[in-house]
């Protein structure tokens, strides 16, 4: 549908008739589900939560309504919860007739300070490591920043602070890797990356993978596009990747004129020092398993069972279930929500996760050693991947940002996109200042892709998008838009993408010098576009199962 002045709730917003509640043995087993939820949140901090009325399929909608009892301390909107002050809230979820709720409690407090002694700090003496400020010799000077990275990290220095100048770096040289644990403070320089072979063939400047509690500040960096074509450079060209990180990002930072990314991250299907485990379609019986863990033969309606042990000894600490291969998706696993229980070394029961969604990352038990799941569908998984021993899902430690931040920092003038999303859940982005970025697909600003559905719950708030097209989404689940101006700048969101919430945004224009692109919204789940304005700029709406009751929902929007 086109755009347009939306001043009242829509009518599916109270409408009880648009979910569906499953017979089960004879009796209604409706209910409410939190999938998604925080504990302890600090004041300015927000968080994407997500609950669901069960029993759930892809074609329902799941319309929530969200309230807390302490606005005070902290608010949520649309699902997304925002510290105010320090307290305890409840956050509960309800279902359109409020008859089914559940909620869980919040803590706000004010955010943790980090003080670092004189004794922590390691000053970088240009010439110890035969760093160059002048802009030449640019393989001298990106080893010597390697060099120095690795005595401070030897010496577990909690920051490093480099000279101020204008660096020349090679990926000829290498990649310069950051350590876990540690501010790297580049004391406001530009760092210039050199143009090389590697520009026809890719390489990765600057990267944040296996660290924790690891900050890049006070750096400029610009890649080598005015040196080079788009034919003659490739996309793979990566100012800075971040990988399997958690709690590390960039703050008051630039990157810029990259041939391909200025900043990306990963995904890799499992965390290095893990292994996986998976369930096949012949596993399932119909049946429940009890809050004892015991099998549970009362229940067998939508109910579906893997009735043995399954070994998740190799495992990290974390874990998703999904089909975390090739386009991901929901192929052979349609249910969305799963219940897992936990088992110690002795089959012993530890605990019950119920509903969990597919490819969200949530905690693994201590001692856990084995597992089963209870899937909700219409009919049992009957096929799998041929190729994994007809499986129908993983179990699997991710080895992704987790997390992580992109903060008051200038991220422009690249050609392929100012920052890729492959890969992370729960990012902060906010604050910053997008411009420029386009010329090769994807063209823009922010993009969500190959990470597929286990990209999930990211914040963006608060930043200026300045290019032709600002955000794109491919995939990807839970992620909030709000408080960002969009000048000249429109979003695609497709319709893999579902549970999205975009609100309070300005749009003004249609995307383009031109004026010639409007947005798009498309999903496949119950998203809500709520509350922006749009000055001379339309939207079309799409779904990925054109018959779903589910909707992008339409609310206050102004367009002027």
């Known amino acids: 549908m086109d755009g347009g002045l939306f001043t009242e709730t829509p009518d599916s ?51 929530v309504e969200w309230e807390t009892s302490n606005p005070e301390v902290c608010t949520i909107n649309y699902g997304v919860i925002e510290g105010i002050s320090q307290g305890t809230s409840t956050i509960t979820a309800y279902d359109p007739t409020r008859i089914y709720s559940k909620s869980f409690k919040v803590e706000v407090k004010e955010p943790i300070t980090q003080t670092i002694a004189p004794t922590d700090i390691y000053y970088v003496t240009a010439s110890r490591y035969d760093i160059y400020l002048d802009n030449t010799h640019s393989t001298e000077t990106t080893n010597g920043i390697i060099n120095a990275l690795t005595f401070a990290k030897s010496m577990e220095y909690k920051k490093i602070v480099f000279p101020y100048g204008t660096y020349l770096v090679t990926p000829m040289a290498g990649t310069v890797n950051f350590p876990s644990n540690m501010i790297i403070d580049f004391n406001n320089s530009k760092i210039n990356i050199e143009i090389s072979t590697k520009t026809s063939t ?11 509690y690891t900050k890049f500040i006070n750096a400029h960096v610009y890649g080598e596009r005015d040196f080079t074509t788009i034919a003659g450079s490739h996309e793979d060209c990566v100012s800075l990747l971040i990988g399997d990180a958690y709690k590390s990002g960039i703050e008051l930072c630039t990157f810029s004129k990259s041939p391909g990314f200025n900043v990306k991250t990963s995904t890799k299907r499992m965390k290095d020092g893990t292994g996986d485990a998976w369930f096949t379609y012949s596993n ?13 033969d009362n229940i067998v309606t939508y109910h579906f069972r893997t009735p043995n042990f399954v070994d ?35 089959h012993q029961f530890i605990e019950v996760q119920p509903y969990n969604w597919q490819y969200y990352c949530y905690d693994k ?17 009957n ?12 179990i699997r430690t991710l080895g992704i940002p987790r997390k992580c931040f992109i903060k008051n920092s200038i991220l422009s003038d690249s050609w392929t996109s100012g920052l890729a999303m492959t890969g992370g859940q729960d990012w902060t982005i906010s604050g910053n200042s997008f411009s420029g970025n386009g010329g090769r697909l994807p063209g823009c600003d922010i993009v ?4 597929w559905d286990a990209m999930v719950g990211d914040i963006v708030k608060n930043n200026t998008f300045d290019s032709t097209l600002g955000i794109v989404t491919t995939a990807g689940a839970n992620h909030s838009i709000f408080d960002n101006t969009f000048n000249k700048s429109y979003i695609y969101i497709w319709e893999r993408t579902q549970n999205w919430r975009i609100f309070r945004n300005s749009f003004n224009g249609k995307g383009g010098t031109a004026g010639q692109f409007n947005m798009h919204l ?32 339409l609310i206050n929007n102004n367009l002027l």
């Open 365 to 381: 038990p201590q001692n856990a050693y084995y597992a089963k799941i209870v899937v909700y569908q219409d009919t049992a998984p």
């Open 448 to 451: 969500w892709e190959d990470g």
């Open 202 to 212: 890719g390489y990765e400047m600057f990267k944040l993978d296996n660290v924790q």
């Open 284 to 296: 399932f019986e119909p049946g429940n398993i009890d809050n004892s863990g015991v099998n549970d």
């Open 383 to 394: 096929s799998g991947d041929t190729d994994y021993k007809d499986a129908v899902a993983f």
């Open 522 to 553: 498309g999903t496949q789940g119950d998203s809500y576009f709520a509350e922006n304005t749009l000055k001379e700029i339309l939207y079309t709406t799409g779904k990925n199962h054109p018959d779903a009751a589910y909707e992008v929902h």
């Open 312 to 346: 998740i000894s190799r495992l990290g600490n974390y874990f998703m279930v999904g089909y975390n291969q090739g386009y991901w998706d929901y192929r052979f696993l349609r249910s969305r929500l799963y219940s897992i229980y936990f088992y110690d070394i002795n």
């Open 13 to 63: 917003l109270v409408d009880c008739g648009t979910f569906k509640i499953e017979l089960i043995d004879g009796g209604i087993f409706p209910g409410m589900s939190i999938n998604k939820s925080i504990e302890i949140l600090e004041v300015g901090e927000n968080f994407s939560a997500m609950a669901t009325i069960y029993p759930y399929d892809v074609m329902d909608s799941n319309i």
